[in-house]
C-alpha cells in the first residue's frame, strides 16, 4: 500500500508513542475504578488528581477549576447550558463562523426561548470586529453570555481573547473561550485572561480522542451538564476515562516541553506550503489571514470552480493525500462550509490543509506535484 500523506491535524493528530507509553498501565494493570475505595480505585484517584495539577499549572489555573470531560464538543455544551439556565443568562453573543459545537447549541437555546441571539460582525478575512462586540453589549443590560473561538477551526485565524475579556468585564458579561484549536499550541495562561470558561480536546495536540477538559473560573458556580453520579467533584457523572485523562496530561505535558521548536518548525512548513501553492497553482486564493493573526497550523485554500476542481478532495485521496473541505464533524453534510459562507467571497472549491511536527517538506511537495497533474 503506498504511503499516505496527512494534512488533516486541525481534525486530529496522531498520537504521540510516549503517550500511548504513559497510558499503557491504565488499560491493564491500573484498571480500578476511581470512585472504589479499595486501593485499585484510590491509586486511579491520586493519579486523576495528579493530572489535575499537572494540566492546572500548565495553563495557569487551579486544580479546582478544571474538570475532565470527553471533549470539546460536551464541554462546550455544558459551558453555554450552565450560562444560561444556572447564571441567568438571557442573551447570546456569538459570531457567525464558530464551530457549530457553539452555533447549533446557541441556536437550540434560542429557539427553546431562553435567551435572544445576536451575532457580531467579521470582517473580509474572518477576524471578529471586537468594536462591533463592545457596541453590542453597551447595547442592553440584559445578562450576556459572549462566546467566542480562540482560533477559527476552518481558516485559522485568531482572537485576542484576552481583548475579548477586558471588553465582556467592562460590561459584566459572561465569556465562554472555544480553546480547542489553540491548546497544546500556544501557551495559554488562565491567571491572566477575563474568562469564565474554556474548552479542550486532547486529540488536537497528539494525545487520545474522548477526552478533554472545562475550565470553570472560580466562583462561576454552574451546575453538571450530565447527571447520574457524584464524579468530578459532582460535576460531570460518569466513571472517569483514566488512560484518557493520563493520555491528555501527558500529551499537554509534551506539548509545552517543545512548543516553541515545534511552532518555528510547522510555521515554516505552512509558510512554505504557501508559497509552493502561489507559485505552481494558477488562480488560487487563501481563506482568512493565512500570513496575520492566523494558527500556524492551518492554511485553508480557495480553488476556481471548475469540472477539474469539483472531486479535488476526492482526487487527492486517491492519490493517497489526506485533507479536510472544513471541519471534520461536517464530514458526510454537503452544505459547504458555513465559514466560508461568511466571508461572502466568489464561489470557490475551499480545501484546508493543516499541518503537524510530523510533516515535511516532501510531503508538502508531493501534493503540490499532485495538485498540478490534477489541475
Known amino acids: 500500500m503506498a504511503t499516505r500523506i496527512y494534512f488533516d491535524n486541525a481534525a486530529t493528530t496522531p498520537l504521540d508513542p510516549r503517550v500511548?507509553?504513559?497510558?499503557?498501565?491504565?488499560?491493564?494493570?491500573?484498571?480500578?475504578n476511581p470512585s472504589s475505595i479499595y486501593s485499585y480505585g484510590r491509586e486511579n484517584r491520586l493519579s486523576i488528581e495528579k493530572c489535575r495539577k499537572t494540566v492546572a499549572h500548565l495553563l495557569g489555573a487551579h486544580p479546582s477549576e478544571l474538570f475532565f470531560t470527553s471533549g470539546g464538543t460536551e464541554s462546550t455544551n455544558a459551558a453555554l447550558h450552565g450560562a444560561v439556565h444556572e447564571l441567568g443568562c438571557t442573551r447570546i453573543?456569538?459570531?457567525?463562523?464558530e464551530h457549530h459545537a457553539t452555533l447549533h447549541t446557541c441556536e437550540k437555546l434560542h429557539k427553546s426561548g431562553r435567551v435572544s441571539l445576536e451575532f457580531v460582525k467579521i470582517d473580509?478575512?474572518?477576524h471578529v470586529d471586537l468594536s462591533h462586540l463592545e457596541n453590542l453589549l453597551s447595547s442592553s443590560d440584559q445578562k450576556t453570555l459572549v462566546s467566542l473561538m480562540h482560533a477559527n477551526n476552518e481558516i485559522g485565524n485568531i482572537t485576542a481573547i484576552q481583548e475579548v475579556g477586558e471588553i465582556c468585564k467592562r460590561h459584566n458579561a459572561i465569556f465562554h473561550a472555544d480553546t480547542v484549536q489553540t491548546v497544546g499550541h500556544f501557551p495559554i495562561d488562565l491567571s491572566t485572561i477575563y474568562v469564565h470558561f474554556i474548552t479542550a480536546s486532547g486529540h488536537k495536540f497528539h494525545g487520545p480522542k474522548g477526552t478533554g477538559i472545562l475550565?470553570?473560573?472560580s466562583g462561576t458556580g454552574i451546575g453538571p451538564y450530565i447527571h447520574g453520579g457524584g464524579q468530578e467533584r459532582n460535576m460531570r457523572a460518569g466513571t472517569?476515562?483514566?488512560?484518557?485523562?493520563v493520555g491528555f496530561t501527558k500529551a499537554l505535558e509534551l506539548a509545552y516541553e517543545t512548543m516553541s521548536s515545534d511552532s518555528h518548525y510547522i510555521s515554516e512548513?505552512?509558510?512554505?506550503?504557501?508559497?509552493?501553492?502561489?507559485?505552481?497553482?494558477?488562480?488560487?486564493?487563501?481563506?482568512?489571514?493565512p500570513q496575520g493573526r492566523s494558527l500556524y497550523t492551518v492554511l485553508n485554500v480557495g480553488f476556481p470552480v471548475n469540472d477539474r476542481t469539483e472531486m479535488m478532495l476526492l482526487n487527492l485521496d486517491i492519490h493517497h493525500i489526506c485533507a479536510s473541505g472544513g471541519s471534520a464533524c461536517s464530514s458526510g453534510a454537503d452544505q459547504g462550509s458555513h465559514v466560508i459562507k461568511a466571508l461572502s467571497g466568489?464561489?470557490?472549491v475551499t480545501i484546508r490543509f493543516s499541518f503537524s511536527k510530523y510533516n515535511t517538506k516532501e510531503e508538502i511537495d508531493k501534493m503540490v506535484s499532485v495538485l498540478r497533474r490534477l489541475i
Do not use: V
Open 346 to 348: 466568489p464561489p470557490q
Open 93 to 97: 453573543i456569538t459570531s457567525p463562523i
Open 240 to 245: 472517569e476515562n483514566i488512560y484518557g485523562i
Open 20 to 32: 500511548f507509553e504513559a497510558m499503557t498501565p491504565f488499560f491493564t494493570e491500573h484498571f480500578g
Open 215 to 217: 475550565y470553570i473560573r
Open 124 to 126: 473580509a478575512y474572518g
Open 269 to 289: 512548513l505552512k509558510s512554505y506550503a504557501l508559497q509552493q501553492l502561489q507559485d505552481h497553482i494558477p488562480g488560487i486564493s487563501f481563506n482568512g489571514d
